[in-house]
């Protein structure tokens, strides 16, 4: 106890028990993640041993004991959540043929076929964990149908760390994948929440028709996998998907609106409104930022009703426990990082940002807030919108600002109304006419205008790690003096420049970036006069745009295509900005505004590219030769071998060395 006329030392960090059980766990689960599908890196153990040097102060045994007591116990259970999901995930059969009966989950509809996951499965009459992915024909196929048929069907291992298409099947635990099937409808599932999501579908299809139908389910369900392509590339772009992924604003909207309807209760109106919030959860099967609004609404409910100050960190701590200990793979998932990283923003940064609009004069208090809250949201989920899509949108900030106000309106306009519709269905035209309108103005705003501006063609790399550590370092929850915090800030921009150059700048020798995407495989040359992009005939345009997206946005100086369908390679190639497409084998491709060039091989900025068949390449340069076969071949002998199984690897070669990260 200080004496009278003494200062008392504040801690850096105040000792919230919840906060650091949730980091002790995060770390548990990317540290179990990280060593079983990445390699470690340095810059991973950043931010925790910076946090932990701030958080020890002022030095006392219970303090550090208290603290390492939560991050050990806890990251343990991260690990040990980990490594169960990751066991049940790699269990079941093996791949082969079976007699197969499961539940329409989701769906989408493309070029007159079904793109649909199953669950529920049984195979051979044995019932089966985790999910399957089948394309069936026809456009018959709804949520909730039980189906059956026989094919064979492939298994999916566990993903490559950063590998967007294959973690998403991690997360969602979908073990099994099969080609085109014909099917028999056998039976309707008893679960009511998809039979209801098959009729929202059906009666705004009917109903209303067209774009804003795909738009008002998405923005009811989070489902946007019926959206038109254009537009889901349109609003990505412009930094307000959030809008179709049933986010927190969504269950807030709701839950808000639920406690107002509910006010005559007075305290208890918080059990049906949490009650509401869930079953809406569930019927959008629990996404993530669904889940985590649930638990951080029925915290605050339950702390206004009983008289108690909300912490919003406290609470954001809850919901992130509640989630990873259920569903700890979904760590991996954009959702999570998004959903968690904006909370995490707000609380970081919309306090003093708030209090720093304040300052200008007659600045109104409301637009403060609003503002402050919005920019603390960009500035914190930059890194993680880099890192995960691979760019960043410069509208977004002032798209936010707009749509983010009129959301409540749209969203509770479109679903009263869709309730209505589904409750009368011989209305339902009368009851849909306002949320079309509304949402025909929204595609309008959206079509008037071009916002595809963005920041895209580099990665972070551990610039991220910086950049977040950063955040959270030099935000006012870390107690630190002006000198301190001076200087802490000049190092952290001096490492993240330094990070970020040396991610994406090659100044000597060459790099080699190798991708594997859900469709097929890349990999990307670079040296410091040229930058040269491997594909094989497998991959989709739309990986191939992903990959280039957090590597290189110039123009490729040459695009070689390897595997037996050339003329399915060139095709892809065709529409990637490249000086020139190469390939083994002369053949027609009918493409007249394409430089294309064939033979066994071809010099491109100082590097030999030799065709060995269509399937295997070998990459000369610095005296190291590099092979590169993605049909899952051995090596012949070179110095590297680059195959379809090394997703997420980077090497650096120069004068017979190679280093590999």
């Not at 958080?55 to 259970?77: Q, Y």
């Not at 529920?120 to 149908?145: C, Q, S, W």
């Not at 927190?248 to 509401?276: D, E, N, Q």
């Not at 993530?288 to 951080?296: D, E, F, G, H, L």
Request: glycine content about 10%; overall charge neutral; hydrophobic content about 50%.
């Amino acid at each position: 106890m200080a004496k009278h006329g003494e200062k008392t030392e504040l801690p850096r960090v105040n000792f919230r028990p919840l906060v650091f059980c949730a980091l002790g766990l995060l770390f548990g689960v990317f540290l179990y993640f990280r060593v079983r599908l990445g390699g470690l890196k340095p810059s991973d153990f950043l931010f925790l041993t910076a946090f932990l040097a701030c958080a020890v102060f002022p030095l006392s045994w219970k303090r550090i004991a208290a603290i390492l007591l939560a991050l050990v116990l806890f990251g343990g259970a991260g690990a040990l959540a980990a490594h169960v999901y990751t066991r049940h995930y790699l269990s079941g059969p093996a791949r082969g043929e079976y007699a197969v009966i499961g539940t329409v989950e989701s769906f989408s509809i493309e070029n007159g076929s079904v793109y649909a996951t199953l669950g529920d499965l049984y195979f051979d009459g044995v019932p089966v964990g985790g999910k399957l992915t089948v394309m069936i024909a026809g456009e018959n196929a709804r949520a909730g149908d039980v189906v059956a048929f026989e094919n064979s069907l492939s298994r999916n291992g566990l993903p490559d760390f950063g590998n967007r298409s294959q973690e998403y099947l991690f997360y969602n635990d979908i073990r099994y994948e099969c080609s085109s099937v014909g099917y028999e409808k056998i039976a309707e599932s008893g679960n009511a929440l998809l039979r209801l999501k098959t009729a929202l579908f059906d009666c705004l299809d009917e109903n209303m028709g067209g774009t804003e139908a795909e738009v008002a389910f998405a923005l009811l369900t989070g489902s946007s996998r019926n959206m038109d392509e254009g537009l889901t590339d349109e609003v990505r772009t412009g930094g307000i998907a959030h809008i179709f992924a049933v986010s927190g604003l969504h269950i807030g909207i709701l839950f808000g609106a639920a406690m107002l309807v509910f006010r005559p209760l007075k305290k208890y109106a918080v059990l049906p409104s949490v009650a509401l919030a869930a079953v809406y959860c569930a019927f959008c099967g629990f996404t993530i930022s669904s889940v985590r609004a649930v638990v951080m609404c029925a915290v605050m409910g339950l702390y206004r009703a009983f008289g108690r100050k909300y912490d919003f960190l406290q609470s954001i701590s809850l919901a992130a426990i509640v989630v990873l200990l259920l569903f700890p793979a979904d760590f991996l998932s954009a959702g999570f990082r998004l959903s968690f990283g904006a909370c995490v923003g707000l609380a970081l940064f919309s306090g003093s940002l708030s209090r720093l609009f304040g300052r200008i004069p007659k600045f109104p208090a409301f637009l403060a807030k609003y503002l402050s809250a919005n920019l603390s949201v960009q500035l914190f989920t930059l890194p993680i919108l880099l890192d995960t899509f691979g760019y960043f949108s410069l509208w977004g900030f002032l798209l936010n600002l707009v749509f983010i106000p009129l959301l409540p309106v749209f969203f509770l306009v479109v679903l009263l109304f869709s309730l209505f519709a589904l409750c009368i269905p011989p209305a339902a035209v009368f009851f849909l006419a306002l949320p079309k309108g509304l949402l025909s103005l929204f595609l309008l705003i959206l079509s008037a205008a071009e916002f595809t501006a963005v920041v895209t063609g580099f990665s972070l790399g551990a610039g991220s790690a910086v950049w977040l550590t950063g955040s959270v370092l030099l935000s006012e929850k870390i107690r630190l003096r002006a000198a301190p915090r001076s200087i802490l800030a000049a190092l952290l921009a001096v490492l993240f420049t330094l990070a970020a150059v040396a991610e994406n700048v090659v100044f000597t020798g060459g790099k080699v970036v190798v991708f594997t995407g859900h469709s097929g495989c890349a990999a990307l040359v670079q040296t410091p006069s040229a930058h040269v992009l491997v594909i094989d005939d497998g991959i989709s345009l739309e990986d191939c745009r992903e990959f280039l997206s957090k590597r290189y946005a110039g123009k490729l100086d040459a695009v070689f295509v390897t595997g037996e369908n050339e003329l399915l390679g060139i095709n892809r190639a065709a529409f990637l900005d490249a000086e020139t497409v190469y390939a083994k084998d002369e053949i027609a491709t009918g493409l007249r505004d394409v430089n294309i060039e064939f033979g066994e091989s071809a010099e491109v900025g100082g590097l030999t590219f030799t065709f060995v068949s269509r399937q295997k390449l070998f990459v000369g340069g610095e005296d190291v030769l590099i092979e590169v076969d993605f049909s899952g071949g051995t090596a012949l002998g070179a110095d590297f071998f680059v195959h379809s199984g090394c997703g997420g690897l980077i090497f650096f070669f120069e004068n017979g060395i190679i280093k590999v990260l």
